[in-house]
Nanobody, 123 residues
Framework: QVQLVESGGGLVQAGGSLRLSCAAS????????MGWFRQAPGKEREFVGA???????DYSDSVQGRFIISRDNAKNTVYLQMNSLKPEDTAIYYC?????????????????WGQGTQVTVSS
């Protein structure tokens, strides 16, 4: 079992930055693919980014070039550095994990989900 706890959300003005953190439990953290999804009001959850055990990284087109995902296996933590934030980035951000090594495109989505953290970007 893997438990995920996000932190770092909040309110920021457009153009600003935030860094989200996700602390994971479990001895096999380093072997899991980790990532982030988000859900805006009235919209479906969407993939944001992912990093696998080999540090291969994948981003959605909407955040490519603005967001940076990284992981620290010694701390069992994955990060999402969000720069040049836009009002359309406003959403609940969820940390996810899956031991398949893949995050995007999994049937039914990743296995493990955090409780989510709110990010609000004001214009």
């Amino acid at each position: 079992q893997v438990q995920l706890v996000e932190s770092g959300g909040g309110l920021v003005q457009a153009g600003g930055s935030l860094r989200l953190s996700c602390a994971a439990s479990g001895r096999l953290f380093s072997s899991y693919a980790m990532g982030w999804f988000r859900q805006a009001p009235g919209k479906e959850r969407e993939f944001v980014g992912a990093i696998n055990w080999n540090d291969n990284i994948d981003y959605s087109d909407s955040v490519q070039g603005r967001f940076i995902i990284s992981r620290d296996n010694a701390k069992n933590t994955v990060y999402l550095q969000m720069n040049s934030l836009k009002p359309e980035d406003t959403a609940i951000y969820y940390c996810v994990a899956d031991r398949s090594g893949v995050i995007r495109g999994l049937p039914g989505g990743p296995t493990y989900w955090g409780q989510g953290t709110q990010v609000t970007v004001s214009s």
